[in-house]
């Protein structure tokens, strides 16, 4: 993918087909791409590869691409909260101060469809090609482009597509993978949080002490966590 | 069309902490009561059960258990010169919905309220002299000392099961509880909850420094527990799912842990979910209310009629239903004059944070929501003011209550918001760092205010609560001076880097900082500034009592929930004994 990272993965590896093989994500062939119900192909392609920067892979371990926050985003935007649930929507319209909040008309999937739409028009008009295509440093440069203006993406400031894109990265590298994201927990073995868990009664009075279980996600944890206690009666 | 119900004794508007406090005293004393819940009825079982309920993003993040912004929200400027836009999302504050409210998603941090708070003016002229509070500001006394609430105090806490450790008990004072504090009848109801290892760290910092740390009282209880009620609690599990989330342990204090069962099974007592309440009604002279318009879960418009209205929503929401219902006479910022949205004040928080090496694992998923180690040394008027400059203080304290990494991923300033730089920043520094909570409090000012705002409305049609406010520049002075001290802290807990700065001006509605909104209502001893006497009773509607945290003229440092239980107390036994002896206003205006 990108050339430090490739560095920092073959120096000193004895075996380079080792080295690949245990570098997910980090060269091609890419991972096939999964079923999209929201996402048409030119935005899925441009998402993949915008997440893959914003998280790459390195040798801390797998990005937002391998923690397949694209199928997070697809279902975020393609259900209620893309289609504005818990969003106040009555105008009249007007811009505010920053402090004020988000006071656009879009709905989070129009807003980043609005967005993507004229990102890959934008790249298509300059004889650019597509975001995916790009090289690293020219992703990152163009990222960071929108992040720092409001350039216009179809009504939608850049910088507020930018933060958008950026939060929902982040939600989707750390949330619970029933969400679609955060495949195999590869975002809390990262830091070592360990998930759904529920009880520290025995250990948080242990100081400093280096807790490493595997994380234990919604999905695995079937039925109730288990309760130290029995539950207290209840007429 | 509106269907019109049967007259009932009283009618409590919503069903939280105040509602479930004020409806058990009240059928107690033999009363038919009606609680109105626009909320949805949920209890620990099953509602609450895991392993569902440890989901950070449906709860923590798209905050499932607030109020619903689409439906309803509130406007929001910094100035009378700015103009008001809806807060089209939670960010800055959480008001709860659903039976229980806020209570239910709360993180269970019981301080009480000090004297110095309750009669703030007069102490500070007292000590300072009348020249000493900025002209702007126009804090009151309550009308109600420390020592008059103190029974009520008492009460509350052993509903709740409070585990901490008294610092004052009957003026004697007791090292390693709050010293500060008021002297209180006899000893928390169950000992502190454990010390995790960053309060730990915390405690040595400040004790090396002389100040004087204590356990953080805490509603996450320490150890199994029943209350006067029957009711009982366990011991908490320290999950990291507390704030922002409701208990599957029964381990939290809450209305369904403590009292909402017993409230339920009695046989005076009636209690209609989905009902949302539009106005209060009153008669023609307005000095008497007949009961609520509310429009019930089938949308249809229904009036309840009582004898007795008690409106216990959230600060916000009094404060809003009041102006809908054109009880009290509204507050202009340009007069002066008038009372209803007066005294709107918040907090005025700020974080430190200490980045340790990797060799000391803070393990920040190992924490409840109030556990911790605080300091009261500045908070309040416990240091003096007379060099400073300002009034008021905040506590400081390492009470982290989580580490879901959605909200929690420290990285030191300087590191850029994404990339590989950013990534290997959150590895390296998620198990290795303390936060130090600087937790302050907030004058009220002149132009600082509540009302309804002339453009935007809710789902019913109705007025948005129209929010004007910016941080009074006495609260950025505290912030500045109490941040420093918390720094320095931070400096002697033994990390590498400690980062943090104070808060600064402009407030932010889209940052998270605390759902503790204060005032519009406030209570006090003039009618002429305040909303409802010391017995929280309307001086315009003598059957109407107005209970929550608009009550307060100004907000304390601390967390508000233990004092608003005790002036739920308190208020329900001046009806008690009081009220319905005799109906009518319990002081004359």
Redesign the interface.
């Given at each position: 993918m990108e050339k430090?990272?490739r560095r920092s993965f073959f120096k000193g590896a004895g075996a380079v087909a080792a080295a690949v093989a245990v570098a997910p994500g980090c060269e091609r062939p890419a991972p096939p791409r999964p079923p999209y119900s929201f996402f048409n192909a030119d935005e899925a392609s441009f998402v993949e590869a915008a997440v893959a920067?914003?998280?790459?892979a390195?040798e801390?371990?797998p990005?937002a691409l391998e923690a397949a926050v694209p199928t997070y985003l697809d279902r975020q935007l393609g259900g209620a909260?893309g289609g504005?649930?818990?969003?106040?929507?009555?105008g009249?319209w007007?811009p505010?101060?920053?402090?004020?909040?988000?006071?656009l008309r879009f709905t989070p999937a129009e807003l980043f469809r609005a967005a993507m739409r004229a990102i890959i028009e934008d790249l298509r008009a300059t004889n650019r090609g597509s975001f995916a295509k790009l090289p690293a440093e020219d992703q990152?440069a163009y990222?960071r482009t929108l992040?720092r203006e409001s350039k216009d993406l179809g009504g939608v400031p850049s910088n507020i597509f930018f933060g958008s894109l950026?939060e929902m990265?982040?939600?989707g590298f750390?949330?619970?993978p029933?969400?679609g994201g955060n495949k195999d927990m590869v975002?809390?073995k990262?830091?070592?949080?360990?998930?759904?868990?529920?009880?520290?009664?025995e250990?948080?009075?242990q100081?400093?002490?280096?807790?490493k279980p595997p994380p234990m996600s919604?999905a695995q944890?079937?039925?109730?966590?288990a309760?130290?206690?029995p539950?207290?009666?209840?007429? | 069309m509106t269907t019109t119900r049967r007259e009932v004794d009283a009618v409590l508007i919503g069903v939280g902490l105040v509602g479930t406090v004020l409806g058990r005293e009240l059928t107690r004393a033999g009363l038919t009561v009606v609680g109105l819940e626009r909320g949805r009825p949920r209890d620990t079982v099953p509602d609450f059960q895991g392993p569902k309920m440890h989901d950070e993003l449906r709860y923590a993040t798209r905050l499932e258990l607030m109020q619903d912004t689409a439906q309803e929200t509130l406007t929001f400027r910094h100035t009378v010169r700015d103009t008001a836009l809806p807060m089209r999302r939670w960010a800055s504050f959480l008001p709860g919905t659903g039976l229980g409210g806020s209570l239910v998603h709360w993180n269970g941090q019981t301080f009480r309220y000090q004297e110095d708070d309750f009669r703030q003016r007069s102490r500070l002229v007292e000590r300072y002299g009348r020249g000493f509070i900025p002209a702007d500001v126009t804090i009151r006394d309550w009308g109600v000392s420390a020592a008059e609430l103190e029974p009520h105090f008492d009460r509350f806490e052993y509903l709740l099961g409070v585990s901490g450790k008294a610092g004052n008990l009957n003026g004697r004072k007791i090292p390693g509880g709050n010293v500060f504090e008021d002297p209180r009848s006899r000893e928390y109801p169950t000992p502190p909850q454990k010390e995790p290892y960053g309060s730990a760290i915390f405690r040595k910092a400040a004790e090396d420094l002389g100040y004087h740390p204590y356990p953080q009282p805490s509603c996450n209880l320490s150890q199994p527990y029943t209350n006067p009620e029957g009711l009982s609690l366990r011991t908490c599990t320290f999950c990291g799912y507390c704030e922002r989330f409701a208990c599957e342990h029964f381990a939290k204090s809450s209305p369904q842990t403590v009292l909402l069962p017993v409230l339920l099974n009695d046989r005076n007592f009636e209690l209609r979910t989905g009902c949302r309440v539009l106005r209060i009604n009153v008669d023609q002279s307005r000095t008497v209310a007949t009961g609520v318009t509310y429009v019930d879960a089938q949308g249809q418009e229904v009036e309840q009629r009582a004898r007795l209205v008690i409106l216990g929503a959230y600060a916000l929401n009094n404060v809003r239903l009041l102006l809908l219902s054109q009880i009290g006479r509204p507050y202009d910022p340009t007069t002066g004059r008038g009372v209803v949205g007066s005294n709107y004040a918040y907090q005025t928080m700020s974080y430190p944070q200490v980045f340790y090496d990797e060799s000391v694992n803070i393990n920040p998923f190992m924490r409840s929501g109030a556990n911790g180690t605080v300091i009261s040394d500045f908070a309040s008027d416990n240091f003096d003011h007379g060099p400073l400059g300002f009034i008021g203080g905040a506590y400081i304290g390492e009470i982290m209550t989580n580490g879901r990494p959605i909200g929690f991923h420290p990285v030191p300033p300087g590191t850029p918001a994404w990339g590989a730089a950013w990534k290997k920043a959150v590895v390296r520094h998620y198990n290795h760092t303390s936060t130090i909570n600087v937790h302050g409090g907030s004058v009220a000012t002149r132009q600082n205010y509540l009302d309804l705002d002339p453009t935007y409305k809710d789902a019913w049609g109705q007025p948005l609560l129209r929010m004007t406010f910016d941080f009074p520049e006495n609260d950025i002075k505290m912030s500045a001076y109490v941040t420093r001290k918390a720094i320095e802290i931070g400096e002697a807990m033994g990390g590498r880097l400690v980062a943090g700065s104070p808060r600064k001006g402009p407030y932010d509605i889209t940052e998270y900082q605390t759902t503790h909104n204060s005032g519009g209502t406030i209570m006090g001893t003039d009618p002429s500034t305040s909303v409802v006497n010391r017995y929280l009773q309307s001086w315009d509607v003598s059957n109407l009592f107005v209970i929550g945290a608009s009550n307060y003229p100004q907000n304390a440092c601390y967390n508000p929930t233990d004092t608003l239980g005790a002036l739920a107390y308190w208020s329900a036994d001046a009806i008690v004994t009081k009220y319905l002896k005799s109906p009518g206003p319990l002081i004359r205006r």
């Open positions: 430090m990272s920067r914003l998280i790459p390195d801390t371990g990005g909260w504005g649930e818990r969003l106040y929507r009555s009249p007007q505010g101060k920053p402090e004020q909040g988000y006071q990152d990222l992040e950026l990265t982040i939600e750390f949330s619970d029933v969400h975002g809390w990262l830091i070592g949080f360990p998930g759904a868990y529920a009880n520290y009664y250990l948080v009075d100081h400093g002490i280096a807790f919604l944890s079937a039925g109730d966590h309760h130290p206690e539950a207290p009666k209840r007429n | -």
